[in-house]
């Protein structure tokens, strides 16, 4: 079955321990991305790549980082977790970038910061 | 940078129409989007609009006109399932921008 695998779908951790959220895809699919949702801000894009070693900034990577060493991963770091980190972060993927196909959603990363 | 528009909500009853508008400023675009997002759960893709016009899909469809920098989601026929969050997003160079969302409520 073509999917976005995320883990952890839930996470409470406390202040400045780093943690990792996977997203892996089998859909071979070039573009990976990353976004957080909170409430009345709607979907705000971290990080994207458009292929393997290859990432770029979104609207919001402050206090994130990704790699992408493999097409089908494309781990979220953050490497000292704040409380407006607290948030819900999907992974998404699609082919050669989302000017040619839909992106596939993840089933979502809730993130709790203490 | 971006901007992009939509209502906050519209309410409207099983059977009817509803029409969700979009604006948006942007220094680049690719195309516009269109996702359904019910609560708790992962968007899921609708529409994609690159060329200016109206693309049908069943009860729902999208139109675009970017030199007025406008989109708009007609969905028709109503039901029940259809309660839901619908979020536009313009994407440009590899960068995807979505709106806040519009909640969407059907009523009997």
């Known amino acids: 079955e073509a999917q976005v695998t995320q883990n952890p779908r839930y996470l409470i951790t406390v202040t400045g321990k780093k943690l990792t959220v996977t997203c892996s895809q089998n859909?071979?699919?070039?573009?990976m991305s990353w976004y957080r949702q909170d409430p009345g801000l709607g979907l705000r894009q971290i990080y994207y790549?458009?292929?393997?070693?290859?990432?770029d900034k979104g609207d919001v990577p402050e206090g994130y980082k990704v790699s992408r060493k493999e097409k089908r991963n494309f781990p979220l770091i953050l490497e000292s977790p704040s409380p407006n980190q607290t948030s819900l972060y999907f992974c998404?993927?699609?082919?050669?970038?989302?000017?040619?196909?839909?992106?596939?959603f993840g089933e979502g990363s809730r993130l709790t910061v203490l | 940078g971006q901007n992009i528009d939509q209502p906050t909500e519209m309410t409207a009853t099983e059977g009817a129409i509803v029409q969700i508008n979009c604006t948006y400023q942007t220094s680049g675009f690719n195309g516009l989007f269109w996702y359904q997002q019910h609560a708790g759960e992962a968007p899921t893709f609708l529409s994609y609009?690159?060329?200016?016009g109206l693309e049908e899909k069943g009860r729902f469809s999208s139109f675009l006109s970017r030199s007025k920098g406008y989109s708009y989601l007609l969905l028709k026929e109503l039901q029940m399932k259809d309660s839901a969050s619908y979020l536009c997003a313009v994407h440009s160079w590899g960068k995807l921008q979505f709106g806040a969302g519009t909640q969407v409520v059907v009523t009997p």
């Open positions: 859909m071979n699919h070039e573009y």
């Open positions: 790549s458009m292929n393997v070693e290859v990432t």
């Open positions: 998404a993927s699609s082919v050669e970038g989302s000017n040619t196909g839909e992106l596939f």
């Open positions: 609009n690159v060329l200016d």
